[in-house]
């Protein structure tokens, strides 16, 4: 006897019950092999990266292959091939303006920002990158999706050779005024909730008479209107600017000091967002003033600024960064180099909740320009404040031995 149901077509109930059982049974066995099935928004989250994403932006002429040197750091630091992307303009760095390229930039963080654990980026530009990047930050709003900012031997505020390449990067400018426009207000120079830090070889601040101003890098320094000193092309206001060792332009983004600085300072240890690692956490730093004359006028200069690393493994030891180590000779002021080299020295304590953890000397050796000198490791006791009382002097072969400063610091240093 046949029966009509909604479907329009005739079968006996039997057959009809044998179909439906049937379904169920698939469905049954689709739901024990495959389990339950993710939502859109789930699948779309279970393809985020681990960690989160770093963009290499290069220079002027340069190409992704620029950054290759600095990858393989980044991925002995822990980093995976596809939680690192270099931008290639090749052709585009030389004819396009950097404006243009930001927009390009801006394109590339807010696409790779969607793949991020956090929903943001973390971006390192060398050169000229550093002018589109810091553009796309200040005027695009890629400080929204980007977590920390790195420029490195960027010329933030032009530089004289650049005459010979492109003029935006000349000092004066008017890509350049416009880009540091109220550079003054920290708002406006480095717009949050983006972290900022620059890298230079350049060390011509201050009393140095170096000639040409941009000495180490060799490519990146100011003449004239303020940007005598060549440290100042390069200074972001309000960011960490590092002054690195003697460096040249096209080797400083290529070195391992740097390379390990930035993934200090790129570092989320407690998200999660990065490889797990060691941080510097370092006082303000200060002028150091050594020997005087007979006129009571420095012959000795320097900048030191004291810091505590850590391994990320429960290890910490004392670090003592410096750099512009000057001295003066017939009232003219030079910085040391490979024939006048300084010679930093420490003696350092430090305690934790009223308990000496270590005492000991830092060394390093000598220092080119600009360098840092270490204490041994010792083990961390967990998280909290840390005091660092370093008595340090300089020597020189110039000088001999310059007087001892006493430095009183107190950093705090999350647990490992």
Same mark, same amino acid.
């Given at each position: 006897?046949?029966?009509?149901?909604?479907?329009?077509?005739?079968?006996?109930?039997?057959?009809?019950?044998?179909?439906?059982?049937?379904?169920?049974?698939?469905?049954?066995?689709?739901?024990?092999?495959?389990?339950?099935?993710?939502?859109?928004?789930?699948?779309?989250?279970?393809?985020?990266?681990?960690?989160?994403?770093?963009?290499?932006?290069?220079?002027?002429?340069?190409?992704?292959?620029?950054?290759?040197?600095?990858?393989?750091?980044?991925?002995?630091?822990?980093?995976?091939?596809?939680?690192?992307?270099?931008?290639?303009?090749?052709?585009?760095?030389?004819?396009?303006?950097?404006?243009?390229?930001?927009?390009?930039?801006?394109?590339?963080?807010?696409?790779?920002?969607?793949?991020?654990?956090?929903?943001?980026?973390?971006?390192?530009?060398?050169?000229?990158?550093?002018?589109?990047?810091?553009?796309?930050?200040?005027?695009?709003?890629?400080?929204?999706?980007?977590?920390?900012?790195?420029?490195?031997?960027?010329?933030?505020?032009?530089?004289?050779?650049?005459?010979?390449?492109?003029?935006?990067?000349? @000092? /004066? *400018?008017?890509?350049?005024?416009?880009?540091?426009?109220?550079? =003054? +207000? $920290?708002?406006? %120079?480095?717009?949050?909730?983006?972290?900022?830090?620059?890298?230079?070889?350049?060390?011509?601040?201050?009393?140095?008479?170096?000639?040409?101003?941009?000495?180490?890098?060799?490519?990146?320094?100011?003449?004239?209107?303020?940007?005598?000193?060549?440290?100042?092309?390069?200074?972001?206001?309000?960011?960490?600017?590092?002054?690195?060792?003697?460096?040249?332009?096209?080797?400083?983004?290529?070195?391992?000091?740097?390379?390990?600085?930035?993934?200090?300072?790129?570092?989320?240890?407690?998200?999660?967002?990065?490889?797990?690692?060691?941080?510097?956490?370092?006082? @303000? /730093? *200060?002028?150091?003033?050594?020997?005087?004359?007979?006129?009571? =006028? +420095? $012959?000795?200069? %320097?900048?030191?600024?004291?810091?505590?690393?850590?391994?990320?493994?429960?290890?910490?030891?004392?670090?003592?960064?410096?750099?512009?180590?000057?001295?003066?000779?017939?009232?003219?002021?030079?910085?040391?180099?490979?024939?006048?080299?300084?010679?930093?020295?420490?003696?350092?304590?430090?305690?934790?909740?009223?308990?000496?953890?270590?005492?000991?000397?830092?060394?390093?050796?000598?220092?080119?320009?600009?360098?840092?000198?270490?204490?041994?490791?010792?083990?961390?006791?967990?998280?909290?404040?840390?005091?660092?009382?370093?008595?340090?002097?300089?020597?020189?072969?110039?000088?001999?031995?310059?007087?001892?400063?006493?430095?009183?610091?107190?950093?705090?240093?999350?647990?490992?």
């Amino acid at each position: 006897m046949l029966s009509n149901f909604p479907g329009g077509f005739g079968r006996s109930e039997q057959a009809r019950r044998r179909c439906l059982t049937l379904g169920a049974l698939v469905g049954m066995l689709s739901a024990v092999v495959l389990g339950p099935q993710p939502s859109p928004a789930e699948a779309a989250a279970s393809q985020k990266l681990q960690h989160r994403p770093v963009i290499f932006v290069h220079g002027y002429g340069g190409s992704a292959a620029s950054f290759t040197a600095m990858k393989k750091y980044f991925l002995d630091a822990g980093y995976v091939e596809g939680e690192l992307y270099a931008m290639d303009f090749q052709g585009d760095s030389l004819t396009k303006s950097n404006k243009e390229i930001a927009n390009n930039v801006k394109k590339t963080v807010e696409e790779k920002a969607k793949d991020s654990p956090d929903g943001k980026v973390d971006v390192v530009a060398h050169s000229m990158g550093g002018l589109s990047t810091l553009w796309c930050q200040r005027k695009l709003g890629c400080n929204d999706h980007v977590a920390h900012w790195v420029g490195v031997a960027s010329p933030i505020h032009g530089t004289a050779i650049a005459l010979k390449w492109v003029a935006e990067m000349a @000092e /004066g *400018s008017s890509f350049v005024k416009e880009l540091n426009e109220g550079e =003054s +207000d $920290l708002a406006k %120079s480095v717009p949050g909730p983006t972290k900022y830090a620059t890298f230079r070889s350049n060390v011509g601040e201050g009393v140095t008479d170096e000639a040409p101003g941009y000495y180490c890098d060799g490519i990146v320094g100011g003449v004239g209107s303020g940007t005598l000193r060549a440290g100042k092309t390069s200074a972001v206001n309000g960011a960490l600017n590092v002054v690195t060792p003697c460096l040249g332009h096209n080797d400083i983004h290529t070195d391992p000091w740097v390379a390990n600085k930035i993934l200090d300072f790129i570092a989320s240890p407690k998200t999660g967002f990065t490889p797990q690692r060691g941080n510097t956490y370092c006082g @303000e /730093g *200060s002028d150091y003033h050594g020997t005087k004359d007979v006129f009571k =006028s +420095d $012959l000795v200069q %320097s900048w030191v600024q004291h810091c505590l690393e850590t391994d990320g493994n429960g290890k910490m030891r004392t670090v003592t960064r410096v750099r512009n180590c000057l001295f003066k000779v017939a009232l003219v002021w030079w910085t040391s180099g490979s024939s006048n080299k300084c010679l930093p020295k420490q003696s350092d304590k430090v305690t934790y909740g009223g308990s000496q953890l270590a005492k000991d000397d830092a060394i390093g050796g000598d220092v080119e320009r600009a360098g840092e000198i270490h204490g041994d490791w010792f083990s961390m006791q967990g998280g909290g404040q840390y005091s660092l009382s370093a008595t340090y002097w300089q020597e020189g072969p110039k000088w001999g031995k310059s007087p001892e400063r006493e430095t009183q610091t107190t950093l705090e240093v999350p647990a490992p």
